[in-house]
């Protein structure tokens, strides 16, 4: 265990400045989803069932006072008739930070919706009204188990986990635990990891850099040429779903829409780490989804995932230290890549024009590589800029005074910091950085 000199130094107070400080230090903050395995699942139905009825007492409580006192009660005023509830052997085995974390959920989200009356939580899971269940907890009411690493501490019991990310080497924050419609139990917990230094070698990072094109027919189309196509999952088991809802099996329906969404993500998971394990620098256009989600392209668009293979490319990329940047892709498809001149084919209403030749310099173009290649461009301008700024926080910075976690194993040193490492490994979610790859051997 260490103290926190610069830290205490500091005293940055609020705690807005703390989570700035941390990202300057190249810290950042991400939500994990992890599956608890199934044999932990009376347990947490247990401890559900008995949020909801901390929940409903809540309310009960509130609307009580509300209707006698014509006053909102706070959480301050809630906890006291909550405190202890947990303690004693004949009370409720819920964690005392679980305890308190659903009163505070409970008044935020009256807050939220503007409502004097929430709906009551129901634990009758054949009730139409079924609650799914919910545990939220506070940092403090949740450790990782030293020993085993795909385990976490809650509540007096080991917690075993499909552990995708490498969460030994996390921070654990607050979170909560959730059920899905299928029954199966998540793990949703914010964490802080550290960001690779990115290399700060311009040439380097602009030979490496690459410009992704994404798009309905392929989802993706790259400035070297290499096209993805989208996988249609939807469509492929729209057939079945189709059966399935004409014989009103719900149990086979949810499956059926899990399996397109874990179809998806898998897919999308498996090209974002290809891409960003290849390259320094990835540009992507930043295509509103949402408004073409509207047109009759609908279906196409929330196939392809869009947002969520930005998402993932971004995070990958911070824990990877590679150049991450949403460039505007207006005109990308009418320009030129050789000669900047406008004459491509015009948006939507000229689609089905895949291939056309510059009038000004005679080039033959592929109209999605085309675009990546433009989206490229504009994105090594952006960096151009960046690195003249004197992109320096990496080397200004000094991770060591400000880390934050109290592992030894987390920290890293100034020189690898200073030297923008570039590319670290993707083997797991989040790469070790050199200093702690060594700490672990
Ligand atoms: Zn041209």
């Known amino acids: 265990m260490t103290s926190e000199p610069a830290a205490a130094a500091t005293n940055p107070s609020s705690r807005k400045e703390k989570a700035h400080a941390k990202k300057q230090a190249g810290f950042t903050t991400r939500v994990l989803h992890l599956r608890v395995k199934d044999k932990h699942g009376a347990f ?31 959480a301050y005023d809630l906890h006291p008739y909550i405190k202890g509830a947990g303690a004693g052997e004949e009370g409720l085995s819920l964690h005392s930070q679980t305890l308190q974390a659903v009163t505070e959920e409970y008044v935020t989200r009256r807050k939220q919706f503007k409502k004097a009356k929430l ?11 079924y609650s799914l269940g919910w545990i939220p907890f506070k940092a403090s009411a949740i450790s990782r188990n030293k020993r085993n690493g795909g385990q976490v501490r809650y509540c007096g019991k080991d917690i075993s986990l499909w552990d995708s990310y490498g969460l030994s080497r996390c921070e654990l924050g607050s979170g909560n635990f959730s059920q899905d419609s ?32 994404l798009g309905l027919k392929d989802l993706l189309c790259t400035s070297e040429g290499i096209k993805v196509e989208a996988q249609q999952f939807y469509r492929d088991m729209e057939p079945k779903l189709a059966v399935a809802q004409r014989a009103k099996n719900k149990q ?3 499956s059926i829409h899990a399996k397109i969404a874990n179809r ?5 998971h498996k090209l974002s780490t290809a891409l960003v394990s290849k390259h320094q620098a990835i540009f992507v256009g930043d295509v509103n989804a949402s408004s073409l989600a509207k047109t009759n392209m609908a279906k196409s668009v929330l196939d392809a995932g869009w947002s969520t293979f930005r998402t993932m490319l971004q995070y990958k990329c911070d824990s990877a230290g590679v150049w991450f940047r949403e460039v505007n892709e207006s005109f990308t498809t009418q320009d030129c890549s050789c000669c900047g ?19 000004v310099c005679d080039t033959r173009h592929d109209r999605d590589t085309n675009a990546a290649t433009n989206i490229k461009v504009r994105g090594q301008a952006w960096l151009e800029a960046e690195f003249e700024k004197g992109y320096s926080t990496a080397a200004e910075v000094n991770p060591v005074e400000t880390a934050v976690n109290k592992d030894s194993q987390h920290k890293i040193s100034k020189k690898s910091v200073a030297a923008g490492v570039g590319h670290g490994p993707l083997d797991v979610g989040i790469p070790l950085l050199p200093a702690q790859a060594a700490a672990v051997g």
């Open 264 to 268: 998806r993500k898998d897919a999308l």
């Open 119 to 129: 709906n009551w939580r129901v634990s009758n899971p054949k009730s139409p009204k």
């Open 252 to 254: 086979r329906v949810k």
């Open 341 to 359: 001149a406008r004459c491509g084919p015009k948006g939507q209403a000229e689609l089905n024009v895949r291939h056309w030749t510059c009038k």
């Open 182 to 213: 299928r029954g199966r139990w998540y793990l949703n917990v914010t964490v802080t990891t550290m960001e690779w230094p990115k290399s700060l070698d311009p040439e380097k990072v602009s030979a490496e850099a690459i410009g992704i094109d």
């Open 44 to 74: 947490l139905l247990n401890q559900a069932r008995e949020v909801n009825f901390v929940w409903n007492f809540c309310q009960d409580h509130a609307l009580q006072v509300l209707r006698r006192e014509h006053v909102f009660c706070s």
